[in-house]
């Protein structure tokens, strides 16, 4: 594929629109990807797209929001849960309104979400980024330390096939996900943010022994199929959601790449 066909196969570039819920439907395990930025009124989440064939959004679908912006609320049928700076929201299947605002137009939320499918209910569940489960990985000789901070997964937020959290790179520490992986048993999203205007982030992907890459700027998102590999490294720090959906929902599911191995 040339890097036109990259970028228009894989890569998200149009989100974080002011007043606006732009989204992407993939057939990569059904995934959806978007966000909300309210900054004039309350944004509501609607469901009426061909591809999904529902009613309301969240009729046969679970979804996971993280803030990467101002604080705002998200209402889910009715209840307000207020979102600070990398608090996460879980929404089960079954919910019917989703509204998102911001506290201040001057400083709006960005609200990011990833949603599957889902067969189960599960009940909505507010998370702040204090209460994140941590797992600090790398070191600074290899450039990749980091902290990985869980939201949804098995031992946290209970879902059907959703897992989501965020990495955060130190300061002078540049890879992420390397030595690399695959898991054949579910896709995976990367939103990149944190990125200085000035700085990017190249982001691997294809098969181990073919890779390619896609040059990414600050809020943008791609999809890695389950044969793909996905990993990157910036020319400076950066922080990245994460978010999972398939057929297994261990972390620890994964089929490693030795660097060696990789062409």
């Not at 995934?31 to 969240?58: D, H």
Request: a negative charge; proline letters at 5%; hydrophobic letters at 35%.
């Amino acid at each position: 594929m040339t890097t036109e066909d990259l970028r228009t196969s894989f890569l998200i570039d149009f989100l974080f629109t002011p007043d606006d819920i732009p989204m992407v439907y993939s057939d990569i395990d059904r995934s959806i990807t978007g966000s909300a930025v309210p900054v004039k009124g309350v944004l509501k989440l609607l469901g009426t797209k061909k591809e999904m064939a529902a009613e309301y959004f969240a009729e046969r679908r679970e979804i996971g929001v993280i803030n990467t912006g101002g604080e705002g609320t998200i209402a889910v049928d009715g209840k307000g849960y207020p979102m600070a700076f990398k608090d996460a929201l879980y929404i089960g299947r079954g919910v019917k309104t989703i509204e998102f605002s911001s506290k201040s137009a001057d400083k709006p939320a960005m609200f990011y979400f990833v949603s599957y499918p889902a067969h189960k209910e599960f009940p909505t569940t507010h998370s702040k980024f204090a209460d994140a489960e941590p797992a600090r990985l790398g070191s600074q000789k290899d450039a990749n330390k980091r902290t990985i901070y869980k939201y949804i997964h098995p031992n946290g937020i209970k879902s059907c096939q959703l897992v989501m959290g965020l990495t955060e790179l130190e300061e002078g520490s540049v890879w992420n996900t390397m030595p690399p992986h695959t898991h054949q048993r579910r896709s995976e999203v990367y939103m990149y943010f944190n990125i200085d205007p000035a700085a990017m982030v190249v982001h691997l992907m294809g098969q181990p022994g073919e890779t390619r890459h896609i040059v990414m700027r600050n809020r943008q998102a791609v999809l890695n199929p389950s044969w793909s590999i996905h990993a990157g490294v910036g020319t400076q720090s950066y922080t990245f959601i994460w978010a999972m959906g398939g057929e297994n929902q261990v972390f620890d599911d994964m089929d490693g790449v030795k660097v060696n191995d990789l062409a």
